[in-house]
């Protein structure tokens, strides 16, 4: 059994599909898997024996562009991804049982499934992105957010932004495969059966009417890697420091600065992740330290916090490892979900990334930092599950033998 999964973004979108496709490889099926081109991508298919099929530009250097993209830029970008995407997953997915397909930017996957005669699955990585009347959507790039609305209005007008960028060029696509027209654009995408690859504990599905969502636990690989032997002996030398790190995103303006200088001030060393932001902060002063790509896993439970920008997998791997954290977003995707969720499980402090200030960032990590804030962290680390991958993969195989 061949299987065929899909996605395009950062880290944060592909690393799940690795776990996935790890967990089919030792089921027994062969796994192909369409990613962005970026050498860093590339690598960790080939060394897992993943066959990689690149597609569209590289992330990284979208995401390190030195002025965001413009709604029209945007609008283009998801044009070519679209057309690109129709002329390489035919071939992608020949000799294919099965496609999964990760995030809304997945166009074309299930109409070349359908053209196939495969089954197809979508997931996704956080609640808010599927509709329910309990929250809105999430912010999407190069959409402005509607005052006011409430989150009918929103999730509606939300359909429509999807259908007037996307029916039109997908329905000719449908055509020239001798397929029906749709009318919704994102029901079509998310499917009727959409999975949730989040944990239930930290990211619960809140029930809603009329939608079935299959949530399988957060899609994570165990990652045996040994932190790096400067990296230890930082640690070893004093006391848990704090954790600054975006991941592939640049923060606001001198939050990360502002980060270092709160750490110091409360008596905290402190551990700078370059990120894709390469972020430079160290000033020579032994009581910070930077690092580059570490395993998260095993680190995050040698810290007395973690400030990042709130990311699926970095909230999730926090939050198993039993760390306070300090969640500082932008208005992007599922980034100000995260930073709700900890909020909302009182194991850590979030902040608007935008408007936050040296003050308020004091007072997120002085609620972050306090012993009952720890408490709570630690106990929630316990409830994490791991087995989210392992669920998924077991689920695809049986549904489609």
Known sequence: MRVLLSTYGTRGDFDPLVALAVQ?????ADVRMCAPPDEEFAHRLAGLGIDAVPIGPPVRALMRATA????????????????????????????????????????????VAEAAGIPYVYVTYAAVNLPSPHHAPPPRPGWPEPEGADNATRWQLDADRVDA?????LNGHRAALGLPPVDDVRGHIYSARPWLAADPVLGPWPASPGAEVVQTGQWTQADERPLPADLVAFLEAGAP?????????SPAPDIARWAVEVSRARGYRVLVSRGWADL???????????????NHQRLFGELAAVVH????????????????QVVVPIRLADN?????RVAARQVGAALDGPTATLESLGAAFDAALAPETRARAAALGAEIRTDGAAVAARL??????
């Open 165 to 169: 960028q996307f029916r039109a060029p």
């Open 396 to 401: 695809l195989l049986d549904s489609v033998r």
């Open 68 to 111: 965001p993209p413009s709604p029209a830029e945007l609008s283009r970008y998801r044009a070519e991804l679209v057309e690109k995407q129709f002329d390489v997953f035919p071939s992608a997915v020949s000799g294919c049982d099965a496609l999964v397909a990760a995030g809304l930017a997945q166009v074309a996957a299930r109409s």
């Open 336 to 340: 100000p979900y995260w930073a709700g």
């Open 309 to 324: 920008h709130g990311g699926a997998g970095t909230t999730q791997v926090a939050a198993r490892a039993g760390v306070p």
């Open 280 to 294: 430079d902060l160290v000033d020579g002063q032994d009581d910070c330290f930077a690092i580059g790509e570490v």
């Open 24 to 28: 089919l490889q030792a089921l027994g």
């Open 241 to 249: 420091p704090v954790y600054v790190g975006f991941g592939s995103i």
